[in-house]
Every structure is written in C-alpha cells, then in structure tokens.
C-alpha cells in the first residue's frame, strides 16, 4: 500500500523530475507514451533504465530485459536505443513457483501467477522496435542467444530463483563495462539474497529499488 501510494504520487509529478534531471528526450518518452498504464515501475526507475542504456551506448553487445509484463520499461529501452537488438524475456504466464525467500520488505509475499501479461498484447506494442518476445522460463528459453554478448541487461524478475538463474547466465556474456541493472532490491527479500550470494563486488544501489553491478 505504502509502496503504490509513493509510486501513484511520483506519476502524478513526472514532471517535476524531468526538469529536475533536464533530460527532453526522457521527458518525451513518458510525456508521448502513457507508460505509467504498462508497468509497475516508477519514473524513478524508469528513468535509472534509460540512464544505463544511454551510458553504454558505445558498447559492443546487444540489450536483454528478463521480467517484460506489459512491455513499459522495454518501451523505455528501445525509444532510448535504436543501433543494439534487445532481447526480451517473460513467462507471460505469471511468475513461476515462488521460494521461502520470495518475502517482500514492507510485507506480504510473492505469488506464483502474479504478473501475468499477454504475449500478443505486448507484442504489438514493441513490434515497430528492435526487439525479439521469447516466451516462456528463462533461461530455457536462452538457447538463441548463448553465443551473444551483453551490454546491458535489465531484470525485474521479482523472486530468488529468477534472479539468480539470470545472473549466473548473463555475468559470463557481459562486455567489460556492461551493467546489469535490477528491479526490487531490496523491495524483494529474494532479489536481494541472490544478488548477496552471486556478487561479492561493489553493488551500486539506487533509489528507489534498484541494484546496479557493472563488469
């Protein structure tokens, strides 16, 4: 509750933080697009996506998302980056099967289905973009791009096993000075576990919610 009042807030006053960071071209981006109906994000973090792909945007290796729902935050990558492919990736179906440690930080639980989005729908919305929809579990759907290297990768996939199953894929294939960027740490007790367990380095946590590690 507390969490969709203070999100509910920072969209009614979008505004505010565009001149504040003085970014027209992300300003565009959420003045054109009604992102706020397509992603559980706020412009905080939307804003920390578009920040990451403008910085490695003189890096070799294509874009990944893990975690699209209705394709907000993917919206937000491909209006910011027209020259790498970006690869997406969701069950839409809902998470999968959720851990013991799939707790949230102001309370409740994560549950298996929640999420759920429409592979068609979102589809649609991204098909005039550089992109490619891989629909099912990642990384079992990862097979057409185990050879490729990374740049930026984004994930919001909510639950331990998720995360943890796409750093260990993804890490290996980042160029030097690629980011990985991730949602809900340390909203999510098991985003943050997996990212304590896989990355002893130095972890960059943003506001609101998001961890940044760069290889």
Not at 65 to 92: N, P, Q
Request: proline fraction near 3%.
């Amino acid at each position: 509750m507390i969490k969709e009042m203070i999100d509910n807030l920072l969209w009614a006053k979008w505004w505010v933080l565009t001149s504040f960071y003085q970014k027209q071209d992300f300003a565009y981006i959420l003045g054109i697009t009604k992102i706020d109906k397509v992603t559980t994000s706020n412009p905080i973090d939307l804003f920390n996506v578009y920040s990451c792909v403008k910085a490695t945007k003189y890096l070799d290796g294509d874009i990944a998302e893990v975690g699209v729902y209705k394709g907000g935050s993917a919206k937000v990558i491909t209006l910011s980056e027209k020259r790498r492919h970006i690869h997406l990736f969701d069950t839409f179906e809902g998470l999968p099967e959720v851990s013991k440690h799939d707790t949230k930080q102001l309370g409740g639980t994560f549950c298996k289905g929640d999420f759920k989005s429409s592979f068609e729908v979102v589809n649609e919305y991204l098909k005039q973009h550089n992109v490619t929809l891989y629909k099912g579990l990642f990384p079992k759907t990862a097979e057409p791009i185990k050879y490729k290297k990374f740049s930026f990768v984004y994930l919001d996939v909510d639950i331990y096993s998720s995360t943890k199953d796409a750093l260990e894929f993804f890490w290996p294939r980042m160029v030097k000075g690629g980011i990985i960027l991730s949602h809900d740490y340390p909203n999510s007790h098991g985003v943050k576990k997996a990212f304590d367990e896989f990355y002893k380095g130095t972890k960059l946590e943003l506001m609101d919610k998001q961890v940044v590690i760069i290889k």
